[in-house]
């Protein structure tokens, strides 16, 4: 069955950085287009950043942009989100989700796939 496993979460200060991955399995993952979205508590995910199959092309949600920068490496069935600059904002559960499709989209319900989910939480 399909997995997407999430890592690289954690503790980081204001301004700090960190790089999440999500490595996939049980799917042709150089036909999937692939997001991260995050939910903080008492809120509703939210859409952070997407990429086409490919690699080339990405989306950023404008709360990220020029902060964050999303990835992919096919020959690892990994897609990673650099997180710069990081705000306590930021902290949220961070979720990676994967479409079988050609076409990038910001809705959680397009995405066919998810993962368990990796904790950040940014202390100012």
């Known amino acids: 069955q399909v997995q997407l496993v999430e890592s690289g979460g954690g503790l980081v200060q204001a301004g700090g950085s960190l790089r999440l991955s999500c490595a996939a399995s049980g799917l042709p993952f150089s036909s999937a287009a692939m997001g991260w979205f995050r939910q903080a508590p008492g809120k509703e995910r939210e859409f952070v950043a997407a990429i086409r199959r490919s690699g080339g092309s990405t989306y950023n949600a404008d709360s990220v942009k020029g902060r964050f920068t999303i990835s992919r490496d096919n020959a690892k069935n990994t897609v990673y989100l650099q997180m710069n600059s990081l705000k306590p904002e930021d902290t949220a559960v961070y979720y990676c989700?994967?479409?079988?499709?050609?076409?990038?989209?910001?809705?959680?319900?397009?995405?066919?796939?998810w993962g368990q989910g990796t904790q950040v939480t940014v202390s100012s």
């Open positions: 989700a994967a479409r079988q499709s050609v076409v990038l989209t910001t809705t959680a319900p397009s995405y066919d796939y």
